[in-house]
């Protein structure tokens, strides 16, 4: 295809591709899929060869938020079952931690539920912050808390965090639709926030909450404006009590179309396969590794993910390699400092007649969304 080879021509040059070309993308049909996966392929090998850069989550504090985030099982007014319990003691955020260290994962992202942290906060999360470090000094830390005020950025830095994460999550225009009790401009003040203190600013996007192609694109672009070191792609789970339940918009086809996408249009960015993979692309998730060069490794923040070793299993076989922590993800013409931006218990399986009638009728995949019940906030070990 002229269009497909016009693109890796100008990923290869760090160069993006128009808002039509990206659109186009998303609109290749089913039978030329392995074409668009081969050619962002090339563009990701170009600029991550092989590797896989293992990321791991700790949920510090989990549930009852203020905010109305439509697609969120922590949101005001939830009614989905997830974990509730406030905050991690460090001693045991940073056992979490090493679980998935132990594990191969090269970052740790310490997660709290809120609007934003508070100076006491800050202060709490500075110390798990050092206790990590203390025992894994090599870990790089991004740290997850909201919307920032002044200075936060600056102490969360000289505590030792090396990234902040806080997402666009879909494009301007549709914002408001998905939560009303802050604005996009509100996101895009905190990465400038954490930017400017010197971490490496990781924010990305959720798609399959209603969206059309062109908010997805514009969401995109917007990202490779505002610059961050690391872009994850979520696909939404859609957890029942939560007003974005029936969105069962994806294909395992749309899913890689739109990460393909989003490689064209930031080339050299740590593009990372997050929350909602093992729902929307199951059996094709490795495809994706020849688009990503990142993933998270185990469990998200209120839902169980594939098996920690499931996953190393997949990168094997799918014939790439994890990132070791003596390799700098990002390459040489985007470093700045600081690099870019789990357990033994098996998940538990839904009933199997479940998983017959959604593979005979194509229904929503609703056996596949699965309440995290392990690792933090539980005395069951993590999964990674």
């Not at 301007?172 to 802050?182: A, F, K, L, R, W």
């Not at 789970?237 to 395992?252: R, V, Y």
């Not at 985007?334 to 033994?344: A, I, S």
Request: aromatic share 4%.
């Amino acid at each position: 295809m002229d269009l497909l080879n016009t693109l890796v021509e100008k990923g290869l040059r760090r160069e993006p591709p128009t808002r039509e070309e990206a659109l186009a993308v998303l609109a290749t049909s089913d039978d030329e899929l392995l074409e668009v996966v081969a050619a962002a392929g090339k563009v990701r090998r170009q600029w991550f060869g092989r590797r896989v850069k293992l990321n791991y989550l700790v949920n510090l504090k989990s549930g009852l938020c203020p905010e109305d985030c439509s697609y969120c099982s922590q949101r005001l007014g939830s009614k989905a079952e997830i974990l509730k319990y406030t905050w991690l003691k460090p001693d045991e955020a940073s056992k979490a931690a090493a679980a998935g260290v132990a594990g191969g994962a090269k970052r740790v992202c310490l997660v709290a539920s809120g609007r934003g942290p508070t100076d006491r906060d800050v202060d709490r999360v500075s110390r798990t912050i050092e206790a990590i470090k203390e025992q894994n000094e090599d870990v790089e830390i991004c740290a997850c808390l909201g919307l920032l005020s002044d200075g936060q950025a600056e102490r969360l830095r000289a505590a030792g965090a090396d990234a902040y994460n806080h997402n666009l999550n879909t494009s301007e225009g549709t914002y408001g639709d998905i939560t009303t009790t802050h604005t996009y401009a509100d996101r895009v003040d905190t990465v400038r926030r954490a930017q400017t203190a010197g971490l490496s600013a990781c924010s990305g996007l959720i798609a399959g909450m209603g969206e059309s192609d062109a908010d997805l694109v514009d969401v995109v672009f917007s990202l490779r404006e505002l610059d961050p070191d690391s872009v994850p792609v979520n696909f939404l789970i859609p957890f029942e009590g939560t007003p974005l339940a029936k969105e069962w918009n994806l294909t395992p086809q749309h899913c890689l179309r739109i990460l393909a996408m989003t490689r064209f249009v930031c080339p050299d960015v740590e593009v990372r396969l997050s929350g909602g993979r093992e729902v929307h692309l199951r059996s094709m998730q490795p495809l994706a590794l020849h688009l990503v060069n990142s993933i998270f490794l185990g469990d998200y923040l209120t839902s169980e993910g594939q098996e920690g070793r499931a996953d190393l299993e997949m990168i094997a076989d799918a014939g790439f390699e994890v990132e070791g922590a003596d390799t700098t993800t990002l390459p040489e013409h985007r470093r700045g400092g600081c690099g870019p931006c789990g357990g033994d218990e098996p998940g538990r399986s839904a009933p199997d007649d479940a998983r017959e009638q959604a593979a005979d009728t194509g229904a929503p995949r609703t056996d596949l969304v699965t309440v995290r019940r392990r690792g933090a906030g539980t005395d069951l070990a993590p999964n990674a």
